[in-house]
């Protein structure tokens, strides 16, 4: 549902507690992280990848996750043996198959069998949330995540359940709370790191919805928005996403930043065509040549008005001059 991020780091520490006193485990935990690498390879490729063709991105996404899986398959049976092993493997399976848009039977039943397996698996758990709000059970996606903060305060895990309580938010009757909620949620993961431009990127969606969910007149929540949607283009790993430029072109189009708005809009086109920013360009630029021309014609109007006034002051200075001369 989102740019997630891998959590293949975490993952590394656990795999290399769980072969401890086993054969060759330098060899062994060479393949892992081999594997692991082949992962985070995937979700990079999808989270900066973004072609014209749309088409051209879901053949990379096949060919790339085919690469993954054929790494994880090539470790060996002993490598997989215990149940902490083997909750990565499934973890990792499962994170692989769940790179695509769509929902994948699989992918839940691998991330699934993780959190059996090991229920620690914090990156396991955002993973089975990710892919059970893809099928559209919300509820149960939230109680994912949920059950993963309850291990402790995790910046991915806040970010994802704010970023699912905006979007339980939409045809709820309690919107307004749940949003509220989403804007707590995206603040705290901004606390744990106010470094990471993803956290900052969430907040500023937040603050964005809030504005729309509000009957979009308060003003302030936009300043707060594009405020943390600038915060986030500082950090380096988030400057690829097209959707900050894009949700920050918004924000500055109401607020009729105009300059700005068209600016972001045509970053956010460079960075991903299939993002319809270029017709919010037209938009904007049609609003502004109306605006000009309904100017240019208030302006016509009061010069004419103006003309007509001379000419009436004329027309009655000559006849008072007149009607003078034939009293005299």
Same mark, same amino acid.
């Given at each position: ?48 990848f ?18 993954a ?25 499962g ?7 769509d ?13 059996k397996?090991?229920?620690?698996l ?6 089975l ?10 509820? $149960?996606?939230?109680?994912?995540? &949920?059950? +993963? ?6 910046? /991915?895990? *806040?970010?994802? #359940? ?8 939409q ?80 924000a ?33 630029? $049609?609003?502004?040549?109306?605006? &000009?021309? +309904? ?6 109007? /009061?010069? *004419?008005?103006? #003309? ?9 200075n ?11």
């Amino acid at each position: 549902m989102s740019r997630e991020p891998s959590g293949a780091a975490a993952m590394s520490a656990s795999v290399a507690g769980s072969q401890q006193g086993e054969g060759d485990e330098g060899a062994g935990l060479g393949l892992e992280r081999t594997a692991e690498e082949a992962v985070e390879e995937l979700y990079r490729l999808r989270d900066t990848f973004f072609p014209r063709d749309p088409a051209e991105k879901s053949a990379a996404l096949r060919a790339s996750a085919d690469a993954a899986l054929a790494r994880l398959d090539s470790l060996p049976p002993e490598q997989r043996k215990s149940p902490q092993q083997r909750a990565v493997f499934e973890f990792l399976r499962g994170k692989v198959l769940d790179v695509f848009p769509d929902y994948n039977k699989e992918a839940e039943d691998h991330l699934s069998k993780a959190v059996k397996m090991n229920p620690s698996l914090v990156d396991a758990w955002l993973c089975l949330g990710n892919c059970i709000w893809k099928k559209g059970d919300l509820a $149960s996606a939230k109680n994912c995540f &949920v059950l +993963a903060l309850n291990k402790g305060a995790d910046k /991915k895990i *806040l970010c994802q #359940l704010s970023m699912l309580e905006r979007s339980m938010a939409q045809g709820s009757e309690d919107q307004k709370s749940l949003v509220e909620e989403s804007i707590s949620h995206a603040k705290e993961a901004v606390m744990l790191d106010i470094k990471d431009g993803n956290c900052w990127y969430n907040l500023g969606n937040a603050y964005l919805t809030s504005f729309f969910v509000s009957g979009a007149w308060n003003h302030t929540q936009l300043h707060h928005s594009v405020k943390a949607y600038q915060n986030a283009e500082k950090d380096e790993s988030t400057k690829s996403n097209p959707d900050l430029y894009y949700n920050c072109a918004i924000a500055n189009k109401y607020l009729e930043n105009f300059e700005r708005a068209l600016s972001g809009f045509e970053a956010a086109a460079l960075k991903d065509p299939d993002l319809g920013a270029d017709t919010e360009v037209q938009k904007i630029t $049609s609003l502004l040549d109306k605006l &000009v021309n +309904a100017m240019k014609r208030q302006l016509r109007s /009061k010069r *004419l008005a103006s #003309l007509v006034s001379s000419l009436v002051e004329v027309n009655c200075n000559t006849l008072i001059d007149n009607a003078s001369v034939e009293i005299v």
